[in-house]
């Protein structure tokens, strides 16, 4: 009996299990179905909505699509310095700008100020002449740029010392060796500066003191390079006398067609700038190479060209004189003329009716 109510509430049980499970797929039967009408809705409003902006672009061909907004890359800070602090005020950076400024002008004032000083120095050691004195400057300056000067200086007093036809042989070789000593301290001096003008001055008396020795290569090569420096600063002055130094050398050593290429260059750039002064000098030189070179007619003609020349500049001077006197006495007898209307205007206010009268 037992067994029999056993197997009954079995098959009952599994009546119950299969009629759930019919439920529970019905169900589910029922969402899948409304699922999917829910997903083929959607697809159909974005079909419409395709179709849609395709007659609009049939209507429209101007439209333009929208293009997507490109996202910048974001600012990144790089600290460069991190011991120091990031400025974030447009009042700082100013400040900043300010404080650089101040400090360039205090700078420049500052060399203004040294080049001043310098230049009184400068205008002082240049009236020295004896040269223990020059020495003795030496001796005491510290500034670079004036030293440089006062080996220069030393140089000349040398070279000049040399030209004294009382010294001996033996004192000219040592007046030599000593302005080619201090032109080479000046020449090292000038050209740590970069200074043209000192370097060609230097150049200058190395030449002048190595042809005194007879050291033509050597002598040579120093004017060259004061004439490349000459040329370089546009200094036609100098031009002309280192290349009447150059023709010299040239003459020394018989190269006589180049000495006078050189003078006759010399001789056109002082016609060209108008220098009768610097004429006389390279026609005294010209003459000098053709006695040199035994060719007296040309000396005769070249000496008669200097004597035109010196009655020309003579002629010339004199008239500046009488224009000078000229103009001078024209001065003065304007000042005369306004001292007699004055005294006159003068003499007629003190013998005024008026005054006449209130006496």
Known sequence: MKVVFTIIILLFGLKLSAAAQSVDTSK???ITRDSLK?????????ANETAHTDSAAVVDPNLKPIEPVKKEAPFVYVDYFPGFRRLNSGLELDSLKQTVLAEIARQIQIRKIILRNEQVKLAGLA???DLDSLKLALGQTTIDTLRGFLFSRIALKYLSMDNDSLADEKKRLIYENAAIS????????YNAFDDSTGLRESYTNLS??????RKYTEAKWFILQANTLARYQADTANIIS????????????KDYTLAMSDLDKALQMSIVTHKPQTQLLVLKNFAY????????PKEAMVLKKRDDLLDSIRKAEEAELAKAAALKKR?????????FLASLRKNSKTSSPAKTASL
């Open 28 to 30: 589910i039967s029922a």
């Open 331 to 339: 001065q003065d007898a304007l000042i005369k003329k306004k001292l």
């Open 289 to 296: 190479l053709y006695s040199v070179m035994q060719n007296y």
């Open 127 to 129: 009236k020295i002449d």
């Open 182 to 189: 201090y032109s080479l301290k000046g020449l090292h001096e």
């Open 38 to 46: 829910m997903l083929a809705a959607a697809r159909a409003d974005s």
């Open 208 to 213: 002048t003191a190595y042809n005194a020795e």
């Open 242 to 253: 280192t290349l009447i130094a150059l023709a010299a050398i040239k003459s020394e050593i």
